[in-house]
């Protein structure tokens, strides 16, 4: 209330670059952001300054001492932790990959689509509504070989929950199920902004098919992959869900997060587990990193050049 | 008319203009591909939960010993067990954890996100920028530190965070704060300029200008980040798992489902199948009926790239 009487005050321009705009709104800019800005300092940035700080205890019960960096060598020393990073990265590389060529062909059918577009349209959000611990127990389920869905519609007799190596096929076609049509929708996006002159001018000069799809689509839809490959890398990185409702903390499928929160009830060692999720959030973020830089200038600067 | 000089792509120019589409294919056969092809994307989306839809209606043994889900006999008692087993619970603290989420993080992040798509502000491009790398934050990255942060408190002040319906709320709106700020940029600035210049004219504050102009404009935008926040909370597993594990007063759906124990000798097959049917549908009903709402929320980022 104080502010929009002070700036109705001081309504006269007096702002040399801003045309019609005075303190009132570089104020209420500031204002309009603290709220936020306090929200994600107090409950993001804060606990994980404070991970660290504690990272640094060796944590039984109420008891706390402090061990230095004992935590961190206990980490690089740990089997568990170097099998948790296996797993995340095998997880992350091969979904990602099945996710964007599975997506990618989804959002080409149906942009070629003249008639049910819509319908699909909204269906293929239906594995993005159901709830990830949902869908994993439906996966685990048909994949365990008592009922043998999975293993019916295929004629095998693979014992899928039980072998390391097949339970982590079972969660990675669990999450390409689950998340491919996310990826399909985000590319059709991108594939609807492709004029379609270009096509047609392409087929003019005698381009083929294929040859479209190389020479035009692919680098046009650059932008939008690279969101789609962001998302999707971040995303599988701190996996939780499908890992531990097929194998729980078992170390055949246990991913950095899941691995994380083992030590938080299943053998609570509070000080390793802060060790454990300061290491996490450095991996998770220099992979995240790496991307933005990477769509750097096309996201941020077409950004910017938005709003002159 | 430009296909003119090709014969071969005559035929097919009227129908569709896409990508790999090969010249030389019949129209007819083009037609049955393209059809094919939605159906392959429809039955993809579909079928696990048919799969689950019917092996909920299965009772007794049956679910474990024959795999084809069109086998009887068929009756509600997995639904009735489910209930037995207090689910609705389950559904009623999802419902209040995504809502109250939804309910502080949208307006929230609509200031925020008002303030970086039209106020002056300095370094606009390095606080979406932020904004965009704390999409990234992974959550496990909050589990022990939050956990112990709650334990503190309660010895401090006697307020407990673990099992209780805040600590989850809390920080679900941190974690769905810079992705509501960010699909709410690209919304607030797609309003016409013109219209603010117009009350400023008029004589308008920039409060009321907020409140009074961009707020009924940008209303569809809101809704659209309101439902993906939402989506997000009813999803979440981790944090609800680690923060409220048992306590059925507070537990949330994907817990009570993804961590669902035997109960004496049987294999719950049916029971989780039930449980999952009754969040699903009503989740799915929401998402047709908002389908282009949903649509445009989650693709508001790639466009823009």
Not at chain 1, 92 to 119: H, P
């Amino acid at each position: 209330m104080a502010i929009a009487q002070s700036s109705k005050a001081r309504t006269p321009q007096r702002g040399p670059r801003s045309k019609g705009s005075g303190i009132g709104e570089r104020a209420l800019a500031k204002i309009f952001l603290t709220p936020s800005f306090t929200f994600m300092a107090v409950i993001a940035l804060f606990p994980v300054i404070y991970a660290v700080w504690m990272s640094m205890y060796q944590i039984t019960g109420f008891r706390q001492e402090f061990t230095g960096f004992g935590n961190y060598s206990q980490l690089l020393s740990d089997g568990g932790f170097y099998n948790a990073i296996r797993n995340t990265f095998v997880f992350t590389t091969v979904s990602v990959a099945f996710e964007f060529v599975i997506g990618l062909m989804f959002a080409l059918i149906m942009n070629q689509a003249f008639r049910g577009q819509g319908i699909t349209r909204a269906i293929i959000l239906v594995p993005w509504v159901i709830p990830t611990a949902v869908a994993a127990q439906v996966w685990r389920y048909m994949f365990s070989d008592n009922p043998g869905f999975v293993n019916g519609l295929l004629g095998t007799s693979i014992n899928w929950l039980n072998d390391p190596t097949w339970s982590m096929v079972g969660i990675i076609t669990a999450d390409v199920w689950k998340t491919a049509p996310f990826v399909a929708l985000l590319l059709l996006a991108g594939l609807q902004t492709i004029p379609r002159e270009y096509y047609e001018a392409a087929e003019v000069d005698g381009a083929g098919a294929w040859r479209r799809f190389w020479s035009i689509t692919l680098p046009l839809l650059r932008p939008a992959i690279i969101v789609a490959l962001l998302f999707r890398t971040v995303d599988a990185l701190r996996m939780f869900d499908f890992a531990y409702v097929f194998a729980g903390y078992s170390n055949s499928l246990a991913t950095l997060s899941v691995y994380t929160q083992r030590y938080l009830y299943a053998e609570p060692e509070l000080g390793y587990a802060n060790a454990l999720s300061t290491a996490t959030f450095i991996i998770v973020m220099i992979v995240g990193i790496f991307f933005i830089r990477l769509m750097g200038q096309q996201t941020v600067g077409s950004e910017k050049g938005k709003k002159k | 008319m430009n296909t003119a000089t090709d014969p071969s792509t005559r035929k097919t120019s009227g129908a569709g203009q896409e990508p790999p589409r090969s010249s030389n294919t019949p129209y007819w056969l083009s037609n049955t591909l393209r059809l094919l092809g939605m159906v392959v994307v429809i039955v993809w989306c579909l079928f696990p939960f048919v799969w689950m839809f019917m092996t909920s209606l299965r009772s007794g043994a049956i679910a474990l010993t024959n795999p084809n889900i069109f086998v009887g006999p068929f009756s509600l008692d997995n639904f009735i067990q489910i209930f037995e087993l207090d689910f609705q619970f389950a559904l009623r603290n999802s419902l209040v954890v995504a809502g109250l989420a939804t309910l502080i993080c949208i307006p929230v992040a609509s200031l925020a996100a008002y303030a970086i798509a039209r106020l002056p502000l300095k370094g606009r491009a390095v606080i979406l920028t932020l904004a965009l790398v704390a999409t990234m934050f992974p959550p496990v990255a909050l589990v022990p530190p939050l956990y112990q942060m709650y334990q503190q408190i309660q010895t401090w002040t006697g307020i407990s965070l673990l099992n209780s319906y805040s600590g989850m709320v809390i920080p679900y709106v941190a974690l769905t704060l810079p992705l509501s700020i960010f699909i709410l940029v690209t919304f607030f600035s797609g309003i016409p300029r013109e219209l603010e210049e117009q009350g400023k004219i008029d004589g308008a504050t920039p409060w009321q200008i907020f409140l009074r102009i961009i707020l009924p404009l940008a209303a569809p935008g809101v809704g659209t980040s309101a439902i993906i926040v939402f989506v997000y909370a009813t999803n979440e597993f981790l944090l609800a798992f680690s923060f409220a594990p048992r306590d059925l007063n507070v537990q949330t759906v994907p817990v009570f489902i993804g961590t669902f124990q035997r109960v004496g000798y049987e294999n719950p097959i049916g029971q989780v199948m039930a449980a999952s049917v009754l969040v699903s549908v009503p989740l799915i009903i929401f998402a047709l009926v908002l389908q282009r709402r949903i649509t445009a929320g989650l693709t508001a980022g790639a466009v823009k790239g």
